[in-house]
């Protein structure tokens, strides 16, 4: 099974509104990353917080991570029309302290931003 | 300008047939990988190599195969084994981190539908 699983699956809201996405994951990690992707098109690095952290900020882009609950949630605030896309999680797991080399990604939620 | 180049983007495959996708990167990255993406799914890593020569199977890898002679190539060839080949691929690079893995940076993208 999917080592990171995002919820909601489909997220539609009004452009201004806040977007929220989680990731949950089963196993201890180096780091976790979030991607985007638009329709068609290869993904693109949005943010990395390491297992250390409990928050970052990006922008309009605030992760938080949660390693008691193995979760972590993306939030876009003010969002425009334009972050029409699909939000993946990526997990890097520990391999006894240092890492596979590898990320394994979740399923994704899909965002649509209405005009 | 720096980047991973896929190609072909489309490309179309009678049963019965091997066919190989590019990738390659003038990134300079050390690591380079291979993802399989279905509809309404995640990401599923195929294949990645941290270093020339040298090469390691994901989760996936039955029916596919990889090689890495040269730092900024790494293509994929789907052979007649692979059950189920159509889908969407993504090539990926990353620099090594000694502990925990980088953010990947995908190229567009390679469709595959088998006729």
């Given at each position: ?115 | ?5 896929q190609s072909p ?38 294949y990645y190599s ?28 789907v052979t007649s ?35």
């Open positions: 099974s999917q080592q990171g699983e995002e919820d909601p699956q489909a997220l539609s809201i009004q452009e201004g509104e806040n977007a929220t996405m989680n990731c949950s994951y089963k196993t201890s990690i180096n780091n976790l990353q979030w991607y985007r992707q638009n329709s068609g098109r290869g993904l693109v690095h949005l943010i990395l917080i390491r297992s250390n952290e409990r928050e970052k900020h990006s922008g309009r882009l605030r992760v938080t991570l949660d390693t008691s609950k193995k979760s972590s949630s993306l939030l876009i605030t003010a969002s425009r029309a334009a972050d029409t896309a699909s939000y993946f999680c990526a997990t890097d797991l520990n391999a006894g302290g240092t890492s596979y080399g590898k990320l394994t990604f979740g399923q994704g939620t899909i965002l649509t931003v209405h005009p | 300008d720096g980047g991973i180049t983007k489309y490309l179309f495959r009678k049963e019965g047939q091997n066919v190989t996708l590019s990738c390659e990167q003038n990134l300079n990255h050390d690591a380079m990988y291979w993802y399989r993406q279905d509809p309404g799914q995640g990401l599923r890593l195929i941290q270093i020339v020569n040298d090469f390691q199977k994901g989760d996936i890898a039955e029916g596919y195969s990889v090689s890495r002679e040269k730092k900024e190539s790494f293509p994929l060839t084994a692979q059950k189920n080949p159509t889908a969407f691929y993504l090539c990926a690079s990353s620099t090594i981190r000694l502990v925990w893995a980088g953010e990947l940076f995908f190229g567009e993208g390679s469709r595959l539908t088998v006729l």
